[in-house]
Structure formats: C-alpha cells, structure tokens
C-alpha cells in the first residue's frame, strides 16, 4: 500500500519534555508538511522541506525543529520551548516541484497531549 | 494571516439535501483545492481546480472558481450521511509556491 503513516497515534508527554512525531511515506514524493491543528481550526503550517537535506520554517515554526535526512522521512520534534504544544499534528507529502498542479496526501494524524 | 476562510461554520442539513461550502481569499492564486477531513482523522483530497476553470465536477461535487471575486463554492449533491465531515480549501497563496494555505473549514453535518 503506498501512502503515509504517522506513529503514534497518541502521545502523551510531561511538560519540559522533547518529544519526537515520526512520518513516513512511500509515495516518492520530493515535498514533506507538517502542520499542526487546533479544536476547530484549520492548518497551520509549522515546516515544510522540498528536498532531501532542506526544509523551511512555516508561520509557526518556533518551538519545533525537523530533520530530512532521508526522501521517505520527515520527522519533527516539539520541544520543551513551545509553549502550547498539545495539539493534533499532520504530516503531509506531495509531488509539488513537477512544474504541475499538486495535492497534498495527509497522514492519520498524532494527536500529542503535554500534561 | 489564513488565506482561505470558509463559509459558513457549521452546516447541518437532511439526507438527500444539497450542501453548499463558500470559500474566500485574498490574494491571486493558481489554483484552489477542497479537501475533507473526518474527525480525528487526516485530510483527504476531493479536487483541485485552476484559476483559468471556472467549474469543475468531480462525482456529486461540483465546484466553482470566480477569481474576480476571489471565491469558490463546492456543492455537494444529494447529500449521505457518510458526508458528515470538515470541509477545507486550500489555496497557493504566494503564486506557484509548494505551500499551501488552508481555510478553517466548514463542519458538515447530514442527518439520516
């Protein structure tokens, strides 16, 4: 099966902590997201990376780092410097960089609680 | 700022009903997506339509595009009850960018 998984499904974590949400896909997709998501909004972008060993701030990166090391792979860590880190999270990939229209193929989701 | 903001909020509607979902924004784009998302689940792509269509069909949806009023509406027709979902566009905000932006979405609700 091609597409994109995401593990866990739930995180707990302390407060102070570093917690790290994993993603995957094997859809050969160049373009890697993550966004994050609060009760009733919509998706903020926190990352993104285009290519193996480059990734660009979103327009809530602070608080969160990522590594793309390799194409299937684009984890993120949520450091103990967000402030407000509990929240749902969604990884994304998409073929965007063909010079062609693209959509984004999204993950079931890690919902992260910090306590 | 969020680039897309969808209208209305909440809709709640009877099975068989149609559904219409607007969604503005604010800037020029390329192109305009519908995604749907079930709760607690991740977002599905439903249709991608270019700034040079101004209607696209896609099974029971049919969305259209005005780019001079910047606003696009997806219809649902004859509505199930397994189209209770979120509903959300998303637009290429900065013209031809990888990223995209994403509107907060209307919650879909069809009763049986």
């Known amino acids: 099966d091609g597409g994109i998984t995401q593990s866990p499904k739930y995180l707990f974590r302390k407060e102070g902590q570093n917690v790290t949400l994993s993603c995957e896909q094997n859809?050969?997709?160049?373009?890697m997201y993550w966004y994050r998501q609060d009760p009733g909004q919509g998706l903020r972008l926190i990352y993104y990376?285009?290519?193996?060993?480059?990734?660009q701030k979103g327009d809530i990166a602070e608080g969160y780092s990522v590594s793309r090391e390799k194409k299937e792979s684009f984890p993120l860590t949520v450091t103990s410097a967000q402030k407000n880190p509990t929240a749902f999270y969604l990884c994304a990939s998409s073929a965007a960089g063909t010079g062609l229209p693209y959509e984004q193929y999204f993950g079931p989701g890690t919902r992260l609680t910090v306590t | 700022s969020q680039q897309g903001e969808e209208d209305p909020q909440a809709l709640s509607i009877q099975e068989g009903e149609n559904a219409t979902m607007n969604c503005s924004y604010k800037t020029s784009i390329n192109n305009l997506q519908w995604y749907r998302q079930n709760s607690g689940r991740g977002l599905v792509h439903l249709i991608l339509?270019?700034?040079?269509?101004r209607e696209k069909h896609s099974g029971r949806l049919r969305v259209t595009l005005d780019t001079s009023k910047k606003s696009s509406s997806l219809l649902i027709t004859a509505s199930r009850a397994a189209d209770t979902a979120s509903y959300f566009c998303?637009?290429?905000?900065?013209?031809?960018?990888?990223?995209?932006?994403f509107g907060k979405g209307t919650k879909l609700t069809v009763n049986p």
């Open positions: 859809l050969n997709h160049d373009a």
């Open positions: 339509i270019r700034s040079n269509e």
């Open positions: 998303a637009t290429d905000a900065w013209g031809g960018s990888e990223k995209l932006v």
């Open positions: 990376s285009q290519i193996v060993n480059d990734f």
